[in-house]
């Protein structure tokens, strides 16, 4: 699970990146509202915890450019404010929970846990068995039987591709997405290295492979796995 943190006060921030860390986190922090939307922007992140008050942009704008964007990554407010219109305001701008400074670490930390799990819920975990079309695939096992018959024994990338696509059924996944949760950080493979993937998935499981039903190019944009 990768969290942007986005905090100017650095002791706050050092603090809680340390314990986000310590619960197996991937934590990314800035205390710049710009480089916030940058960052959101060119990275996948499964929850923003985000201070409101800050430096430039505040996170009010920020949590309302997301949304605007139809950026539903989960957002955790944090605020030095306890004034009912500044929580309503947060909610109202895209929010999904608020928390009043000075919190207890403990607390938040439960948020956050509780914020993730909501998000998987939604997004939807592909199972361990997973049909699609006249297409099996068992992603414990990396075997898949396709339309006409025929065993595939997927490569352990290709089974995180594909679980990953599936995962977000009708829905564009970025490249930055597939890299970050797919090869992680250790190596970068090209735009042409996925394209090569999506090529054989159509070879396994599309009856026609030149008019692909499941797996899709968004050309400049990501890859679609419809059904």
Same mark, same amino acid.
């Given at each position: 699970? +990768?969290?942007?943190?986005?905090?100017?006060?650095?002791?706050?921030?050092?603090?809680?990146?340390?314990?986000?860390?310590?619960?197996?986190?991937?934590?990314?922090?800035?205390?710049?509202? $710009?480089?916030?939307?940058?960052? &959101?922007?060119?990275?996948?992140?499964?929850? &923003?915890?985000?201070?409101?008050?800050?430096?430039?942009?505040?996170?009010?704008?920020?949590?309302?450019?997301? +949304?605007?964007?139809?950026?539903?990554?989960?957002?955790?407010?944090?605020?030095?404010?306890?004034?009912?219109?500044?929580?309503?305001?947060?909610?109202?701008?895209?929010?999904?929970?608020?928390?009043? $400074?000075?919190?207890?670490?403990?607390?938040?930390?439960?948020?956050?846990?509780?914020?993730?799990?909501?998000?998987?819920?939604?997004?939807?975990?592909?199972?361990?068995?997973?049909?699609?079309?006249? %297409? $099996?695939?068992?992603?414990?096992?990396?075997?898949?039987?396709?339309?006409?018959?025929?065993?595939?024994?997927?490569?352990?990338?290709?089974?995180?591709?594909?679980?990953?696509?599936?995962? +977000?059924? %009708?829905?564009?996944?970025? +490249?930055?997405?597939?890299?970050?949760?797919?090869?992680?950080?250790?190596?970068?493979?090209?735009?042409?290295?996925?394209?090569?993937? &999506?090529?054989?998935?159509? $070879?396994?499981?599309?009856?026609?492979?030149?008019?692909?039903?499941?797996?899709?190019?968004?050309?400049?944009?990501?890859?679609?796995?419809? &059904?």
């Amino acid at each position: 699970m +990768r969290i942007l943190l986005v905090e100017d006060e650095e002791s706050i921030r050092d603090t809680l990146r340390l314990n986000l860390e310590l619960e197996g986190y991937e934590v990314v922090s800035t205390g710049n509202g $710009k480089k916030a939307l940058e960052l &959101i922007g060119g990275q996948h992140f499964d929850l &923003i915890v985000l201070d409101v008050m800050l430096p430039d942009i505040d996170g009010f704008t920020i949590a309302e450019q997301m +949304r605007l964007a139809n950026n539903q990554t989960p957002i955790l407010m944090l605020t030095a404010k306890d004034l009912a219109q500044d929580r309503v305001m947060g909610l109202k701008k895209g929010a999904d929970d608020y928390l009043t $400074k000075p919190f207890n670490l403990e607390e938040l930390l439960l948020r956050v846990g509780i914020l993730l799990r909501r998000s998987q819920r939604v997004k939807g975990e592909a199972p361990d068995l997973y049909e699609f079309g006249q %297409n $099996k695939v068992n992603f414990n096992t990396f075997e898949a039987t396709n339309w006409r018959g025929e065993t595939i024994m997927l490569t352990k990338k290709e089974t995180m591709l594909l679980k990953l696509l599936v995962e +977000r059924k %009708n829905e564009v996944v970025s +490249r930055n997405q597939i890299l970050q949760s797919v090869w992680g950080y250790d190596v970068f493979p090209s735009t042409r290295t996925i394209d090569n993937f &999506i090529l054989a998935f159509r $070879k396994y499981f599309e009856e026609d492979a030149k008019n692909p039903v499941f797996f899709h190019s968004m050309r400049g944009v990501g890859y679609k796995f419809s &059904i």
